[in-house]
């Protein structure tokens, strides 16, 4: 009995199973609550059907849970015909509950490889970009690559499809079949959408294919396993990936003018199939523009983070590596930027350089130099006192060769995981100002911009504010969720 | 399996294909009478604004750019740095805003458009004449000059780009005050004294809060400022001559005088001057009568110093005051045995009209008059030409009477060599905010004074010497003025109550106001006009007539109105909400292209 207790506690696929039904079932409640106008007390169809959808899938799941439980509690693991119940969930993908069907696809797969969980987002991202994108069916017009896009998103999700059966079936922990390369180079090619769950796939194909170096393997298995294994984190990595890809996609699917283009004859519209968001006081899509303003905040979160990350850890090395001096020298002056707040920094650049995104990326990568340097400092500090360092000093390396192949590449563990966590706080910072005026041009489609119309409608209008206030959660949510993953990957602890 | 797929794979494609319409198949359907263009290149024009007209200008930005424009757009934070801009030079276009707060078409064009106008950056002879001839006309013959004039100023010379008109709105929280005694005017800033409570029990112990946008106060000596800071707070501290109703005509109702005339020839203006107004101050924080009439030797002083551009240093107003010859008190009778102006009554039948006691002697010395026993005081005023909107200009807040004595005692440096760290004249705020500095030496003339500041508020005090029992008198003892910067902020005030009015209302939230039970939504038409005023000088736009045309006829104001859901009007020039010309603005994106196409080959 005390084993089987453990067994609930080790499976991957309980620990899953009850998160998912818990945010399925919150979802519901949430579309349920929608359904009904208070006001009028009627109730609104098509909501309501949705609802339907959720509620039947969230109590599917439910009983799946209960499922999986007792396998567990009577013979320790799950058995097969549990197992096979996952391909039924697998149909929640038309309701968009991203949940229920990354359960089902963990379900489904006992052995599960990170080559099998990178081919399940890679897909799930696909099947989003092609939901995002044909909503525009509903426009009066679409751009005119729309459809050359489309052909080409839904041939390279067909292509997607068998490259998760061939990965289910022939990809094994330590190794993969030698014909799957022309697979992985295709991959490779499709990662051209954005989608970088592709470019992971064809990667990890590529060193399970080629590489004989098997600590290498095992060495990133690992790592994907726990990222994988972290509910919450791979799901802020699919966000991410989606946004990312979206904001690249949507150069083909989507139409900027919608996005810009003020439309007299259709301002302050409630949300409906061809305005899925509404749209705003200059009858601008709020679709559009929402999906156009997440190009703005991963560019500028993505910047704003890599500029300090590279000039702050490349002073920070410097000043671990080197003596006293060096070191009071850099970190002092380093010290001065620190204690100036980093936001006011940022405003008093932007008012005096004027309101462009490349001068709010440089305000904002300025006042966070002296935290990565700090970091790599300390990480650096460590790392020179371990044994390969003193023996490439002593096969006679020099001092910069010493210190960026042998001490940098072992101190960005800490720093990709600070990278990642502050991501969430410059698109926070990016948003902050535009909101305030200051920062990129008001009617440029950015999150901050389309929040500070939308606070002046929050009584009216408030879906105005609600959902670019969504998007801003939710990315953020993503990269903290994401960057406790990696934390947690990255620990030695953890092991 | 795979084959079957891809066949119905590619029927679909081909099916949706057929279905959907793409951008360039919506926009050939439009486009298919416009010539090709000839030249592709687009001209950038700059659009200078301030960050409260944002929206405005993203209006323009996309009507510029569906014509074939390129916008630059120069976003200012605050007046301060827009203004900076402005005298920099660094725009083609700036949106611009003009109140006509006299209730007159000549001060709606004179400082803006004539050549040596205080806030003119343009030259234009026929304009200038045209401004002139219609100053010295009735409203009956004016109406065609000012058509005139639109004319060349907009349509045949492009020098502004009219956008809209403004309505005024005011929210009232009708379960406090009684929405009856809240005036909304056109053009003058709102009177405080006749409003009141619902409860009248509480006029003695509340008081009425209402609310301003800036806390900074220019000046409250009535002629250094003419601006948002202090036009309302000034109107209520200072009594004038005359005074606008809330539709701009000019009478004498709560103003200084029981009435005025105007003599035969349209130069000579008498005003019949009340006995009933003293001068109040504030001793140990409160208001009191400090037992000094209004007089005429005030009137002549307040003139004088009104028109004289160096009675003070900053003198922000004697352009309005310009045409003041002379003012001066009139002591005979029988110079008001002359005829009014259109009229077969004499000037004293004019100022006697609905007077109990009828004038028996005029006095010069204002202790002396006492109006029970028929002694008073008639004050004659000349103007350089006949210019019969010279009233208009008596109604402004610029024209408020002061202390001779009061401001005579304070005002003691020179002018010339006045030192703005040393010296403190007459009305400076920093001797009305708390801390250090306070030291309370206005005298008002009008129904409230104000008592002391703060970054927050304002506090005033009814004047105990204001026409006491009459209709006039002030109604609430303690008008309290919150700085709140905001539109939306403000708003949430008056609908939490903490705030009883709110003038400004925003176009776009009128909704809000009207649907709330305990608040009620007054609008009135106003004199706000919102424009393009061109560059004049080292751009493209300052040369090119025809460029100025095309931006001209780029500017859509049914868009407009369509934005803010019909609460403006449409405009041609400031003068429109004042004179109806019958002039109309059309935009028209033909001509657009003809003149860009012109102004391109070089024209």
């Not at chain 1, 751009?143 to 839904?154: E, H, S």
């Not at chain 2, 009015?501 to 106001?513: A, I, M, S």
């Not at chain 2, 004179?579 to 003149?595: H, M, Y």
Request: charge should be negative; hydrophobic fraction near 45%; proline fraction near 3%.
């Amino acid at each position: 009995m005390l084993t089987k207790k453990y067994a609930l506690k080790l499976s991957r696929e309980y620990t899953q199973a009850n998160f998912t039904w818990i945010i399925s079932l919150i979802l519901t409640s949430v579309l349920l609550l929608n359904s009904f106008n208070f006001e009028k007390g009627e109730l609104k169809g098509s909501v309501f059907s949705i609802f339907t959808a959720y509620a039947m899938f969230t109590i599917f799941q439910m009983i799946l849970t209960l499922m999986v439980k007792r396998d567990l509690l009577t013979i320790g693991e799950i058995r097969s015909s549990t197992r096979k119940l996952g391909y039924v969930q697998l149909f929640s993908i038309v309701t968009g509950n991203v949940f229920t069907v990354a359960f089902a696809f963990n379900l489904i797969k006992k052995q599960k490889t990170p080559e099998y969980m990178f081919a399940v987002y890679m897909l799930l991202t696909q099947v989003f970009i092609i939901a995002i994108s044909s909503l525009n069916l509903f426009k009066s017009y679409v751009a005119d690559t729309f459809l050359a896009a489309m052909i080409i998103l839904l041939g390279v999700m067909i292509f997607q499809v068998v490259t998760l059966i061939l990965t289910a079936k022939y990809v094994e922990e330590e190794s993969a079949p030698a014909w799957m390369m022309i697979v992985a180079i295709f991959l490779l090619f499709t990662a051209l959408t954005g989608n970088i769950f592709a470019l992971l796939l064809g990667y990890s194909l590529i060193l399970k294919i080629r590489s004989h170096d098997q600590s290498r393997i095992l060495k990133w298995n690992t790592i994907w396993e726990k990222i994988t294994r972290n509910s919450t984190a791979i799901l802020g990595l699919f966000f991410i990936i989606l946004m990312f890809s979206v904001s690249i996609c949507s150069a083909f699917t989507f139409d900027y003018d919608m996005a810009v283009e003020n439309d007299y004859g259709a301002i302050l519209q409630k949300p409906s199939l061809a305005y899925p968001f509404g749209t705003d006081n200059f009858g601008r899509d709020l679709f559009s523009r929402i999906i156009f303003g997440a190009r703005i905040s991963l560019l500028v979160g993505f910047a704003s983070t890599a500029i300090p990350v590279v000039i702050g850890g490349f002073l920070g090395a410097l000043a671990g590596y080197y003596s006293q001096r060096t070191d009071n020298i850099i970190m002092r002056l380093l010290d001065v930027l620190y204690a100036v707040p980093g936001i006011l920094l940022a405003i008093a650049i932007i008012a005096a350089f004027g309101a462009n995104t490349t001068n709010l990326i440089l305000a904002l990568s300025v006042g966070s130099i002296p935290t990565y340097a700090r970091t790599m400092r300390a990480n650096v500090m460590m790392v020179s006192n371990y044994e390969f360092v003193d023996s490439a000093r002593a096969l006679g390396s020099s001092d910069f060769s010493i210190i960026f192949r042998q001490i940098v590449p072992n101190s960005l563990a800490p720093m990709i995981v600070k990278a990642t966590l502050t991501i969430g706080g410059a698109v926070i910072a990016t948003s902050s100002l535009s909101f305030l005026g200051l920062g990129v041009e008001p009617h440029i489609p950015e999150w901050g911009n389309i929040l500070k119309i939308g606070s002046t409608y929050l009584e009216s209008h408030s879906y105005l504010a609600i959902i670019p206030g969504l998007a801003i959660i939710l990315l953020v949510l993503s990269f903290n969720f994401l960057g406790d993953g990696l934390r947690d990957a990255f620990d030695p602890r953890m092991d | 399996m795979k084959k079957s797929l891809l066949t119905i794979l590619l029927a679909v494609m081909v099916v949706l294909a057929g279905c959907v319409s793409t951008k360039s198949d919506v926009s050939d359907k439009k486009n298919d009478n416009t010539e090709p263009k000839t030249d592709k290149s687009k001209v950038v024009i700059e659009l200078l604004g301030m960050g409260s007209g944002e929206e405005d200008m993203n209006i323009v930005r996309d009507q510029l750019i569906k014509n074939g424009f390129d916008v630059k757009l120069n976003i200012q934070p605050d007046y301060g740095s827009f203004t900076a801009q402005k005298e920099a030079g660094n725009y083609d276009v700036a949106l611009s805003s003009w109140t006509t707060v006299t209730g007159n078409p000549d001060y709606a064009v004179r400082a803006l458009f004539k050549s040596d106008g205080d806030n003119s950056i343009m030259a234009d002879d026929e304009i200038d004449a045209l401004i002139e001839k219609a100053s010295t006309e009735t409203p009956n013959e004016f109406a065609e000059t000012y058509k005139q004039l639109e004319q060349r100023l907009v349509f045949d010379k492009a020098y502004i780009a009219p956008l809209y008109n403004s309505f005024k709105a005011q929210g009232v929280n009708k379960d406090i005050l009684d929405v009856d005694t809240v005036r909304l005017a056109k053009s003058r800033a709102i009177a405080w004294e006749p409003i009141d409570f619902i409860d009248e029990t509480k006029r003695d112990t509340d008081p009425l809060i209402i609310q301003q946008a800036i806390g900074t106060l220019t000046s409250l000596d009535p002629i250094k400022g003419n601006d948002g800071s202090i036009n309302t707070l000034n109107t209520n501290m200072y009594v004038r001559l005359v005074n606008l109703t809330d539709d701009d005509v000019v009478v004498s109702d709560g103003s200084l005088s029981y009435n005025h005339s105007i003599a035969e020839g349209n130069s000579a203006y008498y005003f019949l001057l009340r006995d009933d107004i003293n001068f109040a101050s504030i001793t140990d924080g409160k208001a009191v009568d400090t037992g000094e009439r209004v007089g005429a030797d005030d009137v002549i002083f307040s003139m004088n110093r009104a028109k004289d551009p160096d009675s003070v240093p900053d003198h922000r107003t004697y352009s309005l005051h310009e045409h003041i010859q002379d003012v001066e008190v009139v002591t005979d009778l029988s110079e008001l045995d002359g005829l009014q102006s259109g009229s077969n009554e004499t000037i004293r039948e004019g100022l006697e009209k609905g007077l109990d006691v009828k004038i028996a002697e005029l006095v010069s010395d204002k202790a002396v008059a006492n109006n029970a026993s028929g002694k008073y005081q008639v004050v004659k005023m000349t103007t350089v030409n006949p210019f019969p909107q010279v009233l208009n200009y008596l109604a402004h807040q610029s024209a408020g009477i002061v202390s001779k004595k009061q401001v005579e005692s304070i005002n003691t440096y020179d002018v010339a060599t006045f030192d703005v760290s040393k010296d403190i004249p007459y009305g400076d705020q920093n001797t009305v905010t708390e801390g250090a500095k306070y030291n309370n030496t206005l005298y008002a003339s009008g129904p409230y004074i104000l008592s002391h500041k703060n970054d927050y508020e304002a506090i005033f005090y009814k004047n105990p010497g204001y026409m006491a029992g009459t209709d006039y008198e002030p109604k609430i003892s303690t008008v309290t003025v919150r700085f709140i910067q905001d539109p939306d902020s403000t708003l949430s005030a008056l609908r939490n109550s903490e705030i009883h009015l709110f003038n400004g209302v925003p176009e776009t939230k009128y909704d809000l106001v009207e649907n709330d039970s305990k608040l009620f939504l007054q609008k009135n038409d106003s004199n706000a006009v919102s424009y393009l005023l061109f560059n004049t000088k080292n751009r493209e736009v300052s040369t090119s007539e025809t460029l100025r045309k095309a931006v001209l006829y780029s500017i859509n104001q049914d868009e407009i109105l369509n934005f803010y859901q019909g609460n403006k009007k449409k405009a041609v020039s400031t003068v429109s909400p004042l004179v109806d010309t019958g002039n109309e603005l059309k935009a028209d994106s033909a001509k657009v292209q003809e003149f860009l196409n012109d102004y391109k080959a070089g024209n």
